[in-house]
């Protein structure tokens, strides 16, 4: 039986010293199934031997030893198979034979080619190479569910039966999508190296963390609202990011947004899984230390900086998350941000939200009068519920009920249609437009 702390530091091992292995690894070789095997074979012996023997002083280390071993013992093996099937009579070396596949850098002349008891000693720091992987895998030549997918894969250490999980899809879907994208890395040459306009990438990275973190906050489809787990590692990827570069007015944006966000994750829904609009919220429940560290990050992402999509939605989630009622909520300054996000991007989920903001504001008519105005939502549900709850207020109940009726066939999510079914069956009542859940 592995004992508390053993377990721990096997899970961080596999979720935080791993990704850094396998970028370490995917360097010297080139070769990313290389190293993703190595790794693996590396974390296998850690769960064998860990419980056994305890933890070593440098678990990093122990696992970058343990992996470029396993990675040495795979490349003579398939030496030793080319060279039984060719029929060659010469002997290379495995240093010789690695020579086409190895770009040696300072970087393994200094670490990776250090002896074992060098890696292993405590003192000894192994190098975060993760940046170079988080690029790759956020690399505009594969579609965005590859990204994803390979992000949760090969940096924060997902297996795949998790991540087929999270996005509802069978796990052997899930893992030929990640041999394709492989696959498509390997063939097209794509090179685990930072570009030199950093600022492309990585707003594909802040996008792939955005959509890990929004799948986990309000899930897409299935009978559950929260996935708590991917959230909290979408947040756990985040600060990777802002680790690996620092100071960033977008990449601090968005950690405060998503931590503004998580802070309510307890409120969401109701002891039967039902959907808790955020003015129904028990804000009490709130976690206010989380809260506070958002305001922190937020606070950090202003300074001096123009305004940016992460950092204005992150200034909406704060007065929302630190106003303590509903009737506290300062939708003057929300109307403002959102006006500001609108011209920044100008996209229809925007202009939905700003017509709920609106309407906040100035009345259930100035909301509907700018929900005419958002097109391309027609299929999406949250458009016939802001619609549905803003005719409620406005006292047209029959038109609301056929927005809410709607609403519920388009839903995908169990949760949002209970929710959905009890406002139909409810009374003719005026209700409130409901903010963001």
Same mark, same amino acid.
């Given at each position: ?275 808790? @609009?955020?003015? %129904? ?7 206010? /230390? #989380?809260? !506070? =560290?958002?305001? $922190?990050? *937020?606070? +950090? ?81 949250? @458009?016939?519920? %802001? ?7 406005? /006292? #047209?109940? !029959? =038109?609301?009920? $056929?927005? *809410?009726? +709607? ?31």
């Amino acid at each position: 039986m592995t004992t508390p702390g053993v377990a721990d530091a096997l899970d961080v091992a596999a979720r935080e010293e791993a990704g850094r292995v396998l970028a370490l690894l995917a360097r010297r070789h080139g070769d990313l199934d290389l190293a993703e095997e190595a790794v693996q074979e590396a974390l296998l012996a850690a769960w064998r031997t860990w419980p056994r023997d305890g933890v070593p002083a440098n678990p990093a280390g122990w696992l970058l030893v343990a992996a470029r071993r396993a990675a040495v013992d795979r490349l003579r093996h398939e030496a030793s198979q080319q060279r039984r099937s060719t029929g060659a009579a010469a002997d290379p070396t495995v240093a010789s034979g690695d020579a086409a596949r190895v770009d040696r850098g300072e970087l393994w002349e200094t670490v990776a080619d250090a002896p074992d008891d060098r890696l292993l000693d405590s003192g000894t720091a192994i190098p975060d190479e993760r940046l170079r992987l988080v690029l790759l895998c956020c690399h505009p030549a594969l579609d965005r569910d590859a990204q994803v997918a390979l992000t949760l894969r090969l940096v924060l250490g997902l297996t795949t039966t998790e991540i087929a999980a999270g996005f509802l899809v069978p796990e052997a879907t899930l893992a030929q999508r990640l041999v394709r994208a492989k696959k498509k890395i390997r063939l097209a040459g794509i090179p685990l190296s930072v570009p030199a306009d950093l600022s492309e990438r990585l707003d594909a990275v802040l996008t792939v963390v955005y959509l890990v973190f929004t799948e986990g906050h309000f899930s897409a489809a299935g009978g559950g609202l929260v996935r708590v787990d991917l959230a909290a590692e979408a947040l756990r990827l985040a600060a990777v990011v802002d680790g690996l570069v620092p100071n960033r007015p977008e990449v601090l944006g968005l950690r405060a947004l998503l931590t503004f966000h998580h802070a309510r994750r307890d409120t969401r829904v109701d002891g039967d899984g039902g959907l808790v @609009l955020l003015d %129904a919220q028990d804000r009490a429940r709130w976690h206010t /230390g #989380e809260i !506070a =560290a958002g305001n $922190a990050l *937020l606070d +950090r992402a202003m300074r001096g900086a123009p305004p940016s999509r992460y950092v204005l939605l992150a200034v909406i989630a704060a007065l929302h998350a630190n106003a303590t009622s509903p009737a506290a909520t300062d939708w003057v300054t929300i109307c403002r941000a959102y006006e500001t996000l609108a011209r920044l991007d100008p996209s229809p989920v925007i202009r939905l939200n700003h017509a709920v903001a609106l309407a906040m504001r100035d009345g259930p008519d100035a909301g509907l009068a700018a929900l005419e105005q958002v097109r391309g939502l027609e299929r999406y549900h949250g @458009l016939h519920v %802001a619609r549905g709850q803003l005719l409620l207020r406005a /006292g #047209e109940a !029959a =038109a609301a009920r $056929a927005e *809410l009726a +709607r609403a519920r066939d388009l839903a995908v999510n169990e949760s949002q249609r209970r929710y959905l079914t009890h406002l139909l069956t409810a009374s003719t009542d005026s209700g409130s437009a409901g903010s963001a859940t």
